[in-house]
T-cell receptor, first 118, second 113 residues
Framework: AQSVSQHNHHVILSEAASLELGCNYS??????LFWYVQYPGQHLQLLLK??????LVKGIKGFEAEFIKSKFSFNLRKPSVQWSDTAEYFC????????????????FGKGTKLSVKP | ETGVTQTPRHLVMGMTNKKSLKCEQH?????MYWYKQSAKKPLELMFV???????ENNSVPSRFSPECPNSSHLFLHLHTLQPEDSALYLC????????????FGPGTRLTVT
């Protein structure tokens, strides 16, 4: 069964600090990978996604993530965080629908809460 | 604007009440989902509907009863809930047989007293 691990429960940074949030998944086959963000009081929004091709994926608001297949990882990065990046970040993975009988359902990690101090 | 709306946004109910949560998607998708989000736990997939047919029931207690009358609407009927059912209930939609990029609604914050 697929599972997703996010290493940090809560990360506290000062503005302009660099960010890296870890995500590891357990599934040996082809996967689609996602990062979602949930700002306080708001709905889950897609930050970026990886399906195939260039393993370095750029998303909205200056975020990027790198897929390293050999490490089963999809870490999220941002060179310089802002106070407005305070939110909870969720990594998710699925096997593409139809591959190996997959329904394509997303498996989420527990989330990492990011607090950015002004 | 999310494209997926949920009502009500907040709900407080007693353990003997019956209530329903509603979700509507305006994205032309054909799959809809219910998730439960509790503190310090991963999002828990509850139900999946593809083309109005339920394709997944993730061992959810029968006190939660989903209904999908068409591909744009999804309901979650609640009865005789327990305090541990208090959580944020999220609805999502996607296009079946694509990458399964899901779009989420704002959720219903449910408190069971």
């Amino acid at each position: 069964a697929q599972s997703v691990s996010q290493h940090n429960h809560h990360v506290i940074l000062s503005e302009a600090a660099s960010l890296e949030l870890g995500c590891n998944y357990s599934y040996g086959g082809t996967v689609n990978l996602f990062w979602y963000v949930q700002y306080p009081g708001q709905h889950l929004q897609l930050l970026l996604k990886y399906f195939s091709g260039d393993p370095l994926v750029k998303g909205i608001k200056g975020f990027e993530a790198e897929f390293i297949k050999s490490k089963f990882s999809f870490n999220l990065r941002k060179p310089s965080v802002q106070w407005s990046d305070t939110a909870e970040y969720f990594c998710a993975v699925n096997a593409p629908p139809g591959v190996g009988g997959s329904q394509g359902n997303l498996i989420f990690g527990k989330g990492t809460k990011l607090s950015v101090k002004p | 604007e999310t494209g997926v709306t949920q009502t009500p946004r907040h709900l407080v109910m007693g353990m003997t009440n019956k209530k329903s949560l509603k979700c509507e998607q305006h994205l032309g998708h054909n799959a809809m989902y219910w998730y439960k989000q509790s503190a310090k736990k991963p999002l828990e997939l509850m139900f999946v509907y593809n083309f109005k047919e339920q394709t997944e029931n993730n061992s959810v207690p029968s006190r939660f009863s989903p209904e999908c009358p068409n591909s744009s609407h999804l309901f979650l009927h609640l009865h005789t809930l327990q305090p541990e059912d208090s959580a944020l209930y999220l609805c999502a939609s996607s296009q079946v047989m694509t990458s399964n990029e899901q779009y989420f609604g704002p959720g219903t914050r449910l408190t069971v007293t």
